[in-house]
């Protein structure tokens, strides 16, 4: 797999003459159809476009059929190549979807925001949602490029953009401690998107390098996602209050810097400069007492777990992250009872 940070111009065309596919597709949502396919549409030959619905709540099997039943429709071969044209749904099941369909074809990942640019299109993570639960079903599967464009910024929202920002901040917290302390003195509207992006995918890429599948370090990527992800699949079927994925990262950093805090991991001025920024950056998730035990539910799926146990990676230090930190339901509950009272 290759990453490149460059214009679209002059990395698609140049990917696609080393590939030499025999059919190629695109993948894009409704919004990626909109924005950013007519600047990508002109770059390509001859090709299938494939369109789907946007959003976590498309991210299941029977979108996955529709695009296997377009890829079949077109006659797709398994020399043909699906562009991912999208987000981190776009990314996660559109490489799915061609990591199994006639067993394997090659795909690139174009990812068009923030968060889909720094994580979800950096380091082979492929899947989709079941039974609401988050990234349920999916494989390790590289892909064979990943072609970063940093103007597809210009095409987000504020609030895409910011929840994009919140894996920023987890590498810088789990593996740059100088990057962090110029990091939390800063607005968004400061920072050199650029350069932001190319440190970020640097650090993911250096993690995943030496553990592809997940067996040990790359467990540090999940800072912040076990009971993040836990506050974003229980908000996930609430068309009104659905939380972004940043926004429910943020609040699970905040939470589960709190843990490492209470393991001494990390000082209480540590902890205080952590929540003190992520909340003025997203504010404060709206969480009462009944939502508790819910949460607390979903923990228990989460892919760290090992015998029923559920297992953290937690800071060590601003810069450092340990990982399978065994962690209790009750130290949890503490956790989500300091956020919701801090």
Request: proline share 5%; glycine share 8%; hydrophobic share 40%.
């Amino acid at each position: 797999m290759s990453t490149t940070i460059a214009p679209l111009a002059e990395s698609l065309p140049r990917f696609i003459a080393q590939q030499d596919p025999s059919a190629i597709a695109v993948l894009v949502d409704n919004h990626t159809a909109r924005a950013c396919y007519p600047l990508v549409k002109p770059l390509l030959p001859k090709h299938t476009l494939i369109r789907i619905p946007a959003g976590e709540t498309h991210k299941h099997l029977a979108t996955c059929e529709t695009i296997w039943g377009a890829l079949t429709k077109a006659n797709f071969d398994r020399h043909g190549l699906l562009l991912n044209l999208g987000g981190g749904v776009i990314g996660d099941m559109g490489g799915f979807c061609a990591a199994t369909y006639k067993r394997g074809i090659a795909f690139a990942q174009l990812p068009t925001t923030l968060l889909s640019q720094v994580d979800a299109s950096v380091g082979g993570k492929l899947g989709i949602d079941f039974q609401d639960l988050k990234n349920h079903i999916g494989v390790f599967k590289l892909p064979d490029a990943v072609l970063i464009d940093p103007a597809f910024l210009g095409t987000l929202p504020p609030r895409e953009l910011r929840s994009g920002f919140a894996e920023v901040i987890k590498h810088c917290l789990i593996a740059d401690a100088v990057e962090w302390e110029r990091l939390r003195h800063y607005d968004l509207a400061d920072i050199d998107w650029a350069t932001t992006v190319a440190h970020s995918v640097a650090i993911k890429e250096r993690v995943v390098a030496q553990d592809p599948t997940e067996k040990g370090l790359r467990k540090i990527l999940n800072f912040g996602h076990t009971l993040g992800h836990a506050v974003e699949t229980h908000f996930l079927h609430r068309p009104k209050g659905r939380l972004f994925h940043g926004e429910a990262i943020a609040a699970g950093m905040i939470m589960e810097a709190y843990i490492a805090y209470q393991k001494g991991m990390i000082t209480d001025s540590q902890l205080d400069a952590t929540e003190e920024y992520l909340f003025a950056v997203y504010g404060r998730v709206p969480l009462a007492e009944a939502d508790l035990n819910p949460i607390l539910t979903h923990t228990l799926q989460d892919k760290k777990n090992r015998a029923g146990q559920v297992r953290m990676a937690l800071i060590d230090g601003p810069g450092h992250c340990a990982y399978d930190i065994p962690v209790s339901k009750s130290v949890m509950r503490e956790a989500l009872e300091y956020y919701v009272g801090n």
